[in-house]
């Protein structure tokens, strides 16, 4: 079965301790994002990846690393959380960035710091 | 700034009735999606529409391409409670390759 999952799916943290959540694709797509969603205030991309080793910001990176190390893998990095970062944070991965291509999602890791 | 604007921010109606939802913006897009969104899963895309004036259906949702490719329109026939979920519409960015622009979404419920 075509997924992405995410790991954890839920985790509660303090500020300035490192934290990292997991994405894996089995469809062998070379396009992979992070977002984050926060309400009243949709999607926001954070990272994004065109291949293995080729990572670019996305709109608000501030606070996060991403690194690209397999093509399957994408983890998002938080190097010192801070409670302005709690919210629920999406991997996608899609075959190509064509208009009509489809993004998939996985299912959401909901992040709490304090 | 290319912004997408949904409307209703939400929408509680009684099965069986019908609704409309929105998404406008005062760009230009060469295409757009609409995804829905269950609560505790990721958004799943619907349809794609790259046309101005395209309609597609898709059982009782019925989604519009404005004829200026500006704006979209998601209709849904007798709705029913499996219709309940966030409904989001994304455009591709005019200014970059890699990236969608996404609406904030609507929250629709329907009633039993």
């Known amino acids: 079965e075509a997924q992405v999952t995410q790991n954890p799916r839920y985790l509660i943290t303090v500020t300035g301790k490192k934290l990292t959540v997991t994405c894996s694709q089995n469809?062998?797509?070379?396009?992979m994002s992070w977002y984050r969603q926060d309400p009243g205030l949709g999607l926001r991309q954070i990272y994004y990846?065109?291949?293995?080793?080729?990572?670019d910001k996305g709109d608000v990176p501030e606070g996060y690393k991403v690194s690209r190390k397999e093509k399957r893998n994408f983890p998002l990095i938080l190097e010192s959380p801070s409670p302005n970062q709690t919210s629920l944070y999406f991997c996608?991965?899609?075959?190509?960035?064509?208009?009509?291509?489809?993004?998939?999602f996985g299912p959401g890791t909901r992040l709490t710091v304090l | 700034t290319q912004l997408l604007e949904q409307s209703p921010q939400f929408l509680s109606i009684q099965e069986g009735e019908n609704l409309t939802v929105y998404c406008n913006s005062s760009s230009v897009f060469s295409s757009l999606q609409w995804y829905r969104q269950e609560p505790g899963e990721g958004p799943v895309l619907l349809v794609t529409?790259?046309?101005g004036g395209e309609v597609k259906k898709l059982k009782r949702l019925t989604f519009q391409f404005g004829d200026a490719r500006k704006d979209s329109s998601l209709h849904i026939t007798a709705a029913q409670p499996g219709d309940t979920g966030l409904y989001l519409c994304a455009a591709n960015n005019m200014d970059s390759n890699y990236q969608l622009i996404w609406g904030a979404g609507t929250k629709l419920i329907i009633k039993p």
């Open positions: 469809m062998n797509h070379e396009y």
């Open positions: 996608a991965s899609h075959s190509s960035w064509a208009i009509t291509d489809t993004q998939y």
């Open positions: 529409v790259v046309t």
């Open positions: 990846s065109m291949n293995v080793e080729v990572t």
